[in-house]
Nanobody
Framework: VQLQASGGGLVQAGGSLRLTCAASRLAFWSYAMKWFRQAPGKEREVVAT????????LYTDSVKGRFTISRDNAKNTVYLQMNNLKPEDTAVYYCAADRRFVTPADAITDQAFWGQGTQVTVSS
């Protein structure tokens, strides 16, 4: 199984980025897909989750109304559209696949599969 994340970069506050995570050798439709982030000196947090069908989504409060997670099961790809970015969104972003839609607080790092990180830097 491979998850390949891309799309990070440097952007000014108020700008937008779209992250992409392409999966291979995975029964993609059967996994919830998630985006996590980890800022320097902070714990990894789950940012957004989408169910296998795409019908259900979850967001952490700090990104609601600004970020949108979506997926294309025909392309085995999940996206994170990030608008109105803020300096506090600066972090390494990771995609992950897991059977569980809800991420237990004690299982943040216990996801079935992880992609490599992509750096998002938002300048003020």
């Amino acid at each position: 199984v491979q998850l390949q994340a891309s799309g990070g970069g440097l952007v000014q506050a108020g700008g937008s980025l779209r992250l992409t995570c392409a999966a291979s050798r995975l029964a993609f439709w059967s996994y919830a897909m998630k985006w996590f982030r980890q800022a320097p000196g902070k714990e990894r947090e789950v940012v957004a989750t989408i169910s296998g069908s795409g019908a259900n989504t979850l967001y952490t409060d700090s990104v609601k109304g600004r970020f949108t997670i979506s997926r294309d099961n025909a392309k085995n790809t999940v996206y994170l559209q990030m608008n109105n970015l803020k300096p506090e969104d600066t972090a390494v972003y990771y995609c992950a696949a897991d059977r569980r839609f809800v991420t237990p607080a004690d299982a943040i790092t216990d996801q079935a599969f992880w992609g490599q990180g992509t750096q998002v830097t938002v300048s003020s």
